[in-house]
């Protein structure tokens, strides 16, 4: 483990629990965490369990006992010690992003396969169970041909001007750590949810915002401007025909960390709200017309996906589960050779819609999506 | 139209709007508005297009230009009025409750069915397009046999001790004008609905509160002892062996007119909700398991109950529109010969239960409720 | 009266209300309906209780005992008759959009200024007490400084390509009737509201398409191009800084008519949605923060906005008392000599931004809304 | 760790997790897992990593490397291997209800009375943060006078006739094993809620129904007579003046664990529901009357009870972190002294009110609660 921040906290609750309520070839062993300051490091070890820690991510890279490192830092440090990880044939689970952007994870992408070393990166909305349930209903052609998607991931914990940039906690507001804005964190969520449920995005417009234009940075004490992107939206059009809305910002009063993504398709359409996520909307045109509704439906129900494995009908599970289901798919991956996404490669596509947005905020513009 | 008070606007507005929506062969003519105070009775007559007035009821009754008349008059005068209009062969549209208790109801229920005039009670919420189609599930068999009914009618005007009672728009917090409190007032349109969808109701055991004891008398000018029922609730059990909850109150803060009803079924559950009228949520647990939830129905579709008549999908009506199909059916009726319910013989049954309730509160026992 | 569609029973049974509900000097008198057929408009008038018809608009508006000429016919035919009655010296109310684009509007708005006639536009939303109330908190200054908005218009009727265009109830779908489809259809709505609550949009990003190519035309029986847009999406920034999103289809399955729209400000945001028309959702950050939330407001008080001419607390209003209160903001106006908007001159700027909406979807660029 | 059923696992994840989370001066050793079958046992242990098993209780309480039991075994059992750990000086950690009826709860809290030991009873839905959260406005005063409060705690399991009765996973519907149906399943964990919220409660009216006569008895495999209530409602009077409604069953359609309660105060109304038992619902009459709503708080902040321990704003926690949180507010009890409830005195509370309840139902008669 590299990181002991947020991630740290929520990956290692996972790798603690897997076993508890998954049947698993494999176990997951703690043997070491590491950061840069030596007290929090060993602090965090304590309390997590980890038997060992170290201060320098390369020495942790340098030992033998260590199979796999959870990549938990800020955006800019993903690519050097991914790449290196692979050179040292370590196993790779990365934060999200992937990269600073496309050309950055490319480079990753072709370390890691390469060193042929199982990847993976922590989009772990993928995995709660109404939102696979999403993709289940989609992959048995319930809602035929897409009409539209829309997604938005709305926040508003930054509208003080007060707030400082930097640091601790507080690099995703600073430009140079976290790459972008809203775009890398927030938005990078709903890409990675969109293509692995509607396919391929062609194209797209977009246009940014900076509305608190200077903030003071926590590493030098003194008022900078600040780098990153406030608030984000999208136009998209998809390979399959279809058009999509997207929108991130943290000023939108009101909203915690609400992520929503709705999919019109000609038989039926579906909706799903992070503050929420034990729910899953579904209206389906197939019903007789006198009952037809928008279904709201709790999934908590044992032939309801990765439920088996938690508690009885009606009783809700959280947000930290989504990482514990991303361990037991990479772990299952492991044992039956077909590796869990989304993979390195995967990740790279939302990198390249990034990636075009953030263009196409500049250019005013459409801007076609890489390959 | 006797009495110009909230339920003489409601029916008016029902008078004049039904023929411009619905085909009928009858067409409704505002004769003559009646009431005590002749300065109101004008008004009202000029601002409802009413041809002429009287304030007198007897006067009224005398008249050989009327054909109907509807009593939208204080509980304690529907004996007396419909009784005397029945003798004068008037059809009569009764405001809801009936009567004051079950005796009073039955000797009107005599004198409509002796003189064979076409008779209703209004008790408007069967007519709501999503309460028509709750009663045609349960028609279909779509719930199976049913286990349980709770319905609940809550309001909060009356918490504050200083609101006196009695007079005009205040009669339903004097006993002797009103009967009963919300017993008659609120939980009569829960219990007339719930023997329109469940059928019969065997027995009772009931609880009331006056929860503020005293309060200005606005004839008197006095304080004095506050006779209603405040909040009432009660246990039943039906004739089909299904077990229900019933309550009201005057005091549930937060709540304007929240007139709920719920019933469970085998296979199917039904839920609707007066603040929200236009909707019905539906569970058919014959659904595929992983994709069941609640549906919440828009009502508003042409093959829809009475939506044919209004606008389009997804453009709602309102509470008013209630007596407007009251009024419509009560008209196709008089056409067909097959009378449009509640009659006042159904409207006597709804009593018996109030009675019951009442009678329950006080000896603290289960009561049956009288045939 | 001209049409005797959808628009002209809501516009009818907005004239035939008002009177009842509201206090007002002016009374409406149903002189005249007019359509081309004779036979339909003759049914028209006797369910409306219009006094004459006419098969000729020109006829209509040559008669002196009219006032006011009410134009509900499909939108190719606002300009020429809202100019001829300009002329011929009549108040003018006129459906939405105004024109087929920002020329014709521009022309339309010069005759009713130089004939100095009291004109408005059917934006009827504007008018539902949640909107108002909207509209209320904004102008008290509740929100703060806004910082998006987000609208959309959702339907799903026309997704069968079986569905033919052209002629009556189906001209929305034939471009030379409408103009466009869901931009004026729909947009149109959302843009009203957006103008008049968050103030003048600069500039758009918008993106169509039209999912079903070809249909047969109901004029001439034929398969024929399918000239409207099904869909549009688009990015806006409005002058006050704050960015937008909007997005209308009728190919949103499981959505009837969901008109949305969202308003974040800095202390505080609120929420509309048409398909609950009756509450607003309002959240404020300045609530204590451990019993923040978004509010649900019951839109039925008296105290809100309309609602104390209606019935009481709790009892919802619906679609076509929307149409009643622009009734009596008209007649008010005429009374107070304050014309109540939206104006032609209001409804223009909604037109010039649809202008852009549809230029910029052809030219793939960011477009300047024309002043 | 006696028993190794649903509760077992629920409650073994507490003790592993809440370490992680919560800094404290105790820390929960796995030493045993205790139950008669050895092979579930081994398996139990291996799973959830308990250092040895036991297959006689008695053994595990003749333990010195044991200072706590937590029993987890169907409810017949509660009172003798309670009554026998108390006497070896345990600590106890009990499943509910506490007893199969009051008497020989009485003799229970006895016990640990006599015995000194710190003791405490899993009615875990106190310490879902949204429950708290809705003890500590009621403590602060915020709803003032209490007029009203409903629960109900409706699950539809049991509908299907050809579910058998007794045995591994089913001894809840055998009488001799349960004691009763809902009645100390479900209305229990209601009771002890509103016990805590609300205060004591002085009588009740009941009625019970068993639905399914008759069902297979998985120990003997015969058709047998059904002991249990399947559904239970009461009206209940509160000391504090309050009238309720309590109903429980197991055979409502649609509804997998719905637990609700409300409380209606003076100035403001609480609600809650277990499907979404990370929103609380809040109404307070102080607010301006024009934006007065239901506030629906999404309970994710730390500024709200528990929650500063897990995520950030809007990221929801699950039904087992009301475990977690237990045992970390009882071995915070054991640092300062101050026991945290419900104790076994606590629990006896809501068994006076189930005997009742349960008498009631049989007597058809007002029952008062014993003290």
């Known amino acids: 483990m590299i990181g002991c921040g947020f991630m740290g906290r929520a990956h290692s609750n996972a790798y603690r629990k897997v076993?508890?309520?998954?049947?698993?070839?494999?176990?997951?062993?703690?043997?070491?965490?590491?950061?840069?300051?030596?007290?929090?490091?060993?602090?965090?070890?304590?309390?997590?369990?980890?038997?060992?820690?170290?201060?320098?991510?390369?020495?942790?890279?340098?030992?033998?006992?260590?199979?796999?490192?959870?990549?938990?830092?800020?955006?800019?440090?993903?690519?050097?010690?991914?790449?290196?990880?692979?050179?040292?044939?370590?196993?790779?689970?990365?934060?999200?992003?992937?990269?600073?952007?496309?050309?950055?994870?490319?480079?990753?992408?072709?370390?890691?396969?390469?060193?042929?070393?199982p990847n993976m990166v922590w989009y772990n909305y993928r995995r709660l169970p109404a939102v696979t349930l999403a993709k289940q209903l989609i992959d048995e052609g319930k809602l035929g041909r897409i009409f539209h998607y829309r997604a938005k991931f709305l926040q508003d914990w930054t509208i003080s001007p007060e707030l400082p940039q930097g640091g601790t906690g507080l690099?995703?507001?600073?430009?140079?750590?976290?790459?972008?804005?809203?775009?890398?964190?927030?938005?990078?969520?709903?890409?990675?949810?969109?293509?692995?449920?509607?396919?391929?995005?062609?194209?797209?417009?977009a246009m940014t915002e900076t509305f608190i234009k200077t903030r003071k940075h926590n590493l030098t004490g003194k008022l900078a401007k600040v780098g990153i992107d406030d608030a984000c939206?999208?136009?998209?059009?998809?390979?399959?025909?279809?058009?999509?809305?997207?929108?991130?910002?943290?000023?939108?009063?009101?909203?915690?960390?609400?992520?929503?993504?709705?999919?019109?398709?000609e038989h039926a359409?579906?909706?799903?709200?992070?503050?929420?996520?034990?729910?899953?909307?579904?209206?389906d045109h197939r019903d007789p017309s006198n009952v037809r509704g928008w279904r709201n439906i709790h999934v908590s129900d044992s032939d309801q996906p990765y439920l088996k494995h938690w508690w009885v009908p009606g009783l809700q599970i959280g947000y930290e589960h989504s990482f514990v289901h991303q361990v037991a798919d990479f772990l299952k991956g492991l044992e039956t050779g077909q590796p869990a996404g989304p993979t390195f490669r995967d990740a790279l596509e939302t990198q390249f819609v990034c990636d075009a947005v953030l263009k196409s905020a500049k250019t005013q513009k459409w801007e076609k999506v890489a390959k």
């Open 171 to 205: 690099w995703r507001l600073d430009v140079k750590a976290a790459g972008s804005g809203v775009t890398g964190d927030l938005l990078a969520h709903c890409i990675d949810t969109a293509l692995w449920l509607n396919g391929r995005i062609e194209k797209v417009s």
């Open 19 to 117: 076993g508890n309520f998954f049947d698993l070839e494999h176990e997951c062993v703690l043997q070491a965490a590491c950061a840069r300051n030596k007290r929090n490091v060993t602090a965090f070890a304590a309390q997590w369990g980890y038997a060992s820690v170290e201060t320098d991510w390369r020495q942790l890279l340098a030992r033998d006992d260590i199979d796999l490192v959870d990549i938990c830092v800020p955006n800019d440090l993903h690519a050097v010690i991914a790449t290196a990880a692979a050179k040292a044939g370590k196993m790779i689970l990365c934060e999200k992003p992937l990269a600073m952007n496309g050309s950055q994870g490319r480079q990753m992408v072709a370390a890691v396969e390469k060193a042929r070393v």
């Open 269 to 283: 359409s579906i909706f799903w709200d992070l503050h929420d996520l034990h729910r899953l909307q579904y209206f």
């Open 233 to 265: 939206a999208f136009l998209a059009r998809f390979g399959n025909g279809s058009l999509a809305t997207f929108e991130s910002t943290r000023y939108a009063r009101g909203h915690k960390a609400l992520y929503t993504f709705e999919i019109n398709g």
